[in-house]
């Protein structure tokens, strides 16, 4: 998270799920909501809910989209009443896709954007402090809800996005140790061949992880003085990225490996091959491949 972040996301979360703000909404705080769309019959919709309290008689905000309809319908309940809907008459989700939902709190709204796109801006019709609890339910599957503070943040901006640069570097700040999470969302080009998520140690490779769109897999290795090891390519599911659709990668160091899912699905595991985690501290990603959130 940001400087002045305070709150760890929640994981894999079951839905439907409630879970506690802490400190409450404040200006300038990004919540991301990245998950999967249930392709299920006679499930048309599900809902984010920010409000205050775990009844749902108290809404700040509802974000309802409904796929037998084609819309998304944004409200505001106040005492168990509903008031007037505002409806975008278009979708931005797809049953069975991946998707990354980001709401950021601004002084008179909230902005929305779907992976990586301004969607839409919902003005305030309650006092936005006095939400405390984040609400899902519906036909999805989460892969985490995240917190960012950021006083300014590209989602301000509705005509602009955030920039990565491809490579894209950034630090790990203590470096790799047990129960840290790294998170990568993204889009995969309709062009894409290949791109590569590192993660490094000085000028070696701990960990080489390099999606291969036209071979249909993900291979693995590590670099250590120049000299790459043996590769792994065993996959314990389909190839989970796919030309022209978003995704999620979630990598969990334990003790002895790393733990990789992509949009909320186990995809495999790599034994350590570099003993010092801590000094495993860099962050690169490369190749054909757009940034949308990056965590470590």
């Given at each position: 998270?940001?400087?002045?972040?305070?709150?760890?996301?929640?994981?894999?979360?079951?839905?439907?799920?409630?879970?506690?703000?802490?400190?409450?909404?404040?200006?300038?705080?990004?919540?991301?909501?990245?998950?999967?769309?249930?392709?299920?019959?006679?499930?048309?919709?599900?809902?984010?809910?920010?409000?205050?309290?775990?009844?749902?008689?108290?809404?700040?905000?509802?974000?309802?989209?409904?796929?037998?309809?084609?819309?998304?319908?944004?409200?505001?309940?106040?005492?168990?009443?509903?008031?007037?809907?505002?409806?975008?008459?278009?979708?931005?989700?797809?049953?069975?896709?991946?998707?990354?939902?980001?709401?950021?709190?601004?002084?008179?709204?909230?902005?929305?954007?779907?992976?990586?796109?301004?969607?839409?801006?919902?003005?305030?019709?309650?006092?936005?402090?006095?939400?405390?609890?984040?609400?899902?339910?519906?036909?999805?599957?989460?892969?985490?809800?995240?917190?960012?503070?950021?006083?300014?943040?590209?989602?301000?901006?509705?005509?602009?996005?955030?920039?990565?640069?491809?490579?894209?570097?950034?630090?790990?700040?203590?470096?790799?140790?047990?129960?840290?999470?790294?998170?990568?969302?993204?889009?995969?080009?309709?062009?894409?061949?290949?791109?590569?998520?590192?993660?490094?140690?000085?000028?070696?490779?701990?960990?080489?992880?390099?999606?291969?769109?036209?071979?249909?897999?993900?291979?693995?290795?590590?670099?250590?003085?120049?000299?790459?090891?043996?590769?792994?390519?065993?996959?314990?599911?389909?190839?989970?990225?796919?030309?022209?659709?978003?995704?999620?990668?979630?990598?969990?160091?334990?003790?002895?490996?790393?733990?990789v899912a992509v949009n909320g699905q186990h995809l495999f595991e790599y034994k350590h091959r570099m003993a010092y985690l801590p000094g495993i501290n860099n962050l690169e990603v490369g190749g054909?491949?757009?940034?949308?959130?990056?965590?470590?």
């Open positions: 998270m940001a400087s002045g972040a305070m709150q760890f996301p929640y994981l894999s979360p079951a839905v439907p799920f409630q879970g506690f703000i802490q400190g409450g909404l404040q200006d300038g705080l990004k919540i991301t909501i990245a998950g999967y769309v249930l392709n299920v019959y006679g499930e048309n919709r599900f809902h984010v809910n920010l409000q205050n309290g775990g009844s749902g008689n108290d809404v700040a905000f509802h974000f309802n989209p409904r796929f037998n309809e084609g819309l998304v319908v944004c409200n505001t309940k106040q005492n168990g009443c509903w008031g007037p809907e505002e409806r975008e008459r278009r979708m931005p989700f797809r049953k069975g896709n991946t998707f990354e939902l980001c709401i950021l709190v601004r002084s008179a709204s909230f902005t929305v954007n779907v992976d990586g796109n301004f969607f839409n801006q919902y003005s305030h019709r309650v006092p936005f402090h006095l939400v405390d609890t984040i609400a899902v339910a519906g036909c999805v599957q989460l892969s985490y809800i995240n917190f960012e503070s950021s006083v300014v943040s590209a989602l301000a901006y509705p005509d602009t996005n955030p920039v990565y640069p491809m490579p894209y570097f950034t630090l790990i700040s203590g470096g790799l140790s047990p129960s840290k999470n790294i998170f990568i969302s993204g889009i995969v080009p309709h062009n894409s061949n290949s791109f590569y998520i590192s993660l490094r140690s000085g000028n070696d490779i701990a960990f080489h992880m390099c999606a291969q769109l036209l071979e249909n897999t993900v291979v693995r290795n590590t670099q250590i003085y120049s000299s790459w090891g043996l590769q792994e390519c065993s996959l314990l599911g389909p190839m989970p990225f796919v030309r022209g659709q978003g995704f999620q990668v979630r990598i969990l160091c334990e003790n002895h490996c790393l733990k054909d491949v757009q940034l949308s959130h990056v965590q470590t």
